[in-house]
């Protein structure tokens, strides 16, 4: 059973930065695409950055040039450092395993962290 325990959100104001974290068991984790997911009220889940076992990132067009995303594979982690934060960028964020095939998740969620913008 793969767990995820994400960590490191909270309230920012416009323009602020925050570092999300994510562990991750399992024992195969420096083999997996690592992804970072938000849902923010009222809307779908959505994938916002990936990251390969080579440590290849792929971004949302929605944060490209102000989120991060990086990885430590001995320590089983995956990172999220979020800048220039807009209120849009407000939601609760999820890590996951990707599918081979698709972006789709591949274990159940964590419990996530939320994430607040606001003056």
């Known amino acids: 059973q793969v767990q995820f325990v994400e960590s490191g959100g909270g309230l920012v104001q416009p323009g602020g930065s925050l570092r999300l974290s994510c562990a991750v068991s399992?024992?195969?984790?420096?083999?997996?695409?690592m992804g970072w997911y938000r849902q923010a009220p009222g809307k779908e889940r959505e994938l916002v950055a990936t990251?390969?076992?080579?440590?290849?990132?792929n971004y949302a067009d929605s944060v490209k040039g102000r989120f991060t995303i990086s990885r430590d594979n001995a320590k089983k982690i995956v990172y999220l450092e979020m800048n220039s934060l807009k209120p849009e960028d407000m939601a609760v964020y999820y890590c996951?395993?990707?599918?081979?095939?698709?972006?789709?998740?591949?274990?159940?969620w964590g419990q996530g962290t939320q994430v607040t913008v606001s003056s």
């Open positions: 996951n395993v990707l599918r081979m095939d698709s972006n789709d998740p591949r274990y159940s």
């Open positions: 399992g024992r195969f984790f420096s083999s997996w695409i």
């Open positions: 990251i390969s076992s080579g440590g290849n990132a």
